[in-house]
C-alpha cells in the first residue's frame, strides 16, 4: 500500500494569499484527520471525516480555514487568507473506524506551510 | 476536556543507558496508541494496547497499560542513537475514531 500521500511537501507563500493542502487516505480506510503541529502546540486535531461527512471541525482555529472531503479518495485543506500564524506542519492521517475500539491512525508525511 | 499528560517533556541520555516515558489521564481510555516521530516525518505507530495489565514487547521497548487503563508507560531497554526521536502517546476515549495526543517526549541518545 502506499501509504497517506499529501502535497505539497513543502509550500511557501506570502500574507493574505490562499493556500490549499492535498490528501489521499490509505485505501479502504474509512476516517480521514487533519492536524496542525508546532513546537509550542505540539499535535492539534483540526477537523476529522468518517465516511466523508465532517464531524468535528472543533479544532479549525477560525473561519479562514476549510476542508472537504468530495469523494473517499481525496481531501483538501484550505487556508485564505493565510497569515504567518498558520505556519506549522500540517499532517493527514486516515483511518478505518467501525465495529471495534481500536482506530489506528496512520500519518502522511505532511506539508511543511511557510507564510511570510 | 480529556487532557493526557506525558513525562518528561525532553529526555537526552548516553547509548546503552534505559528509559521510561509515562503517559498519565484522569479518564480511561477504549484503546492507547504510541508512536514515534522523526525529524521531517509524520508520527509512526508503534504499538496499540487495549486490555488493562497489557504488556506488548517490540524488540528492546516494552509497553505497559495500566490495569485501570488511565496509564501507560513506554520503556526502552539499553537505547541506541536509532532510538532518538519524538514519542507520542494518543488515546482513544469512545469518541468515535477521534483520538487524543499527549504532548510528546522529545528523546535523545547520544552516542
Known amino acids: 500500500d502506499a501509504g497517506v500521500i499529501q502535497s505539497p511537501r513543502h509550500e511557501v507563500t506570502e500574507m493574505g494569499q490562499e493556500v490549499t493542502l492535498r490528501c489521499k487516505p490509505i485505501s479502504g480506510h474509512n476516517s480521514l484527520f487533519w492536524y496542525r503541529q508546532t513546537m509550542m502546540r505540539g499535535l492539534e486535531l483540526l477537523i476529522y471525516?468518517?465516511?466523508?461527512?465532517?464531524?468535528?471541525d472543533s479544532g479549525m482555529p477560525e473561519d479562514r480555514f476549510s476542508a472537504k472531503m468530495p469523494n473517499a479518495s481525496f481531501s483538501t485543506l484550505k487556508i485564505q487568507p493565510s497569515e504567518p500564524r498558520d505556519s506549522a506542519v500540517y499532517f493527514c492521517?486516515?483511518?478505518?473506524?467501525?465495529?471495534?475500539?481500536?482506530?489506528?491512525?496512520?500519518f502522511g508525511p505532511g506539508t511543511r506551510l511557510t507564510v511570510t | 476536556t480529556q487532557l493526557l499528560e506525558q513525562s518528561p517533556q525532553f529526555l537526552s541520555i548516553q547509548e546503552g543507558e534505559n528509559l521510561t516515558v509515562y503517559c498519565n489521564s484522569s479518564s480511561v481510555f477504549s484503546s492507547l496508541q504510541w508512536y514515534r516521530q522523526e525529524p521531517g516525518e509524520g508520527p509512526v505507530l508503534l504499538v496499540t494496547v487495549v486490555t488493562g495489565g497489557e504488556v506488548k514487547k517490540l524488540k528492546r521497548l516494552t509497553f505497559q497499560f495500566g490495569d485501570a487503563r488511565k496509564d501507560s508507560s513506554l520503556h526502552i531497554t539499553a537505547a541506541q542513537p536509532g532510538d532518538t526521536g519524538l514519542y507520542l502517546c494518543a488515546g482513544n476515549y469512545n469518541q468515535g475514531g477521534k483520538l487524543i495526543f499527549g504532548q510528546g517526549t522529545e528523546l535523545s541518545v547520544k552516542p
Open positions: 471525516f468518517n465516511n466523508n461527512v465532517p464531524i468535528d
Open positions: 492521517a486516515s483511518s478505518y473506524t467501525g465495529g471495534t475500539r481500536v482506530f489506528e491512525q496512520y
